[in-house]
């Protein structure tokens, strides 16, 4: 491995640290409603940091990356579809 790349994925591996702290930080501050949604902010910028640089998608084609980043809009499509069936049926948190 070059020492380039040796060097990018300590300082990623660094900024996942410096997140997961951010994330426990965020846990013991008490915010409320704010809580889920500053982790969920947290949590996806470190799956942005592993796959732009773990997964190497910032070396890859225009098609891998436009494959990855579809898988992840199918996703979010998916879990929105959850949610909508969730607040119907149940009233969800607010009711």
Do not use: Q
């Not at 640290?17 to 409320?32: F, Q, W, Y």
């Not at 494959?67 to 949610?83: E, H, K, P, S, Y």
């Amino acid at each position: 491995m070059p020492r380039s790349n040796a060097l990018a994925f300590f300082l990623v591996y660094l900024a996942c640290l410096v997140l997961l702290g951010a994330t426990i930080g965020v846990a013991h501050l008490g915010l409320g409603a704010l809580n889920p949604v500053l982790n969920l902010s947290i949590a996806a910028a470190k799956a942005f940091l592993i796959m732009w640089f773990f997964m190497h998608l910032r070396e890859g084609s225009t098609l891998v990356r436009l494959v990855a980043f579809a898988g992840l809009f199918w996703l979010i499509i998916l879990f929105g579809l959850v949610l909508t069936d969730w607040l119907a049926r149940s009233g969800g948190p607010l009711g």
